[in-house]
């Protein structure tokens, strides 16, 4: 079974925007969600349900009841020179 992960990817410019990733039931690093929702986090600041997160920060079904439908890892750009 699988657990589907919200990505919203947050430019310094723009509209953000949002992509589904599906990981293992029991769930996956913040590297590993950012990586297969094809996202380089250089310069990036990282959230997961509104709380700041490293990439080893571990999202599992835990996160999926406090989230109330699907974890949401947010991956904001950084200004530049930060």
Known sequence: MTMKIKVKVVPTQGKSTTKDVEVEESGASVAE????????VKNMDLTMN?????????????????????PVVAVSERPRGS
């Open 33 to 40: 969600v950012c990586e297969a929702a094809g996202i380089d």
């Open 50 to 70: 509104g709380k700041p997160a490293k990439l080893t920060t571990h999202v599992g079904p835990k996160d999926a009841l406090e989230a109330k439908d699907k």
